[in-house]
């Protein structure tokens, strides 16, 4: 809507400009656009810039959203994981995941979890 001296405010220019781009562009465009963004953000940020970004945005995400929002995504997830990979991919990942626990953990991790393990075995049987 125009102000009363009939100029338009600097959000309506930048929607009907904004309407106008997208009439007369396609995807291919804005693909375009946003891996030469991306690229030139990649160029000027360092590894800190990217964690700072992503925990905000993580912190953002979490404050707005519940458990069941998480557990929705991380079943589609996981469903969609499942579907694209096969047995070798699984194995292939629970070494490495086993590799690394290896390697952070200690003695008595392995054993708390053998307790548990145990203890939930036995509860199992009954």
Do not use: L, W
């Not at 970004?53 to 996981?78: A, D, L, M, V």
Request: glycine share 16%.
């Amino acid at each position: 809507m125009a102000n009363n001296n009939e100029k338009m405010s600097r959000e309506e220019a930048g929607r009907k400009g904004g309407k106008k781009t997208a009439r007369e562009h396609n995807k291919d465009f804005y693909e375009d656009i946003g891996q030469k963004g991306g690229e030139k953000t990649a160029k000027e940020h360092d590894k800190d810039f990217y964690q700072e970004i992503g925990e905000k945005g993580g912190n953002k995400t979490s404050e707005e959203h519940g458990k069941e929002f998480y557990e929705e995504i991380g079943e589609k997830g996981g469903k969609k994981t499942a579907r694209e990979h096969d047995k070798e991919f699984y194995q292939e990942i629970g070494e490495k995941g086993g590799e690394q626990t290896s390697k952070n953990q200690d003695k008595e991790f392995y054993q708390e979890i053998g307790k548990k393990g145990g203890k939930k075995s036995g509860d199992d049987q009954n």
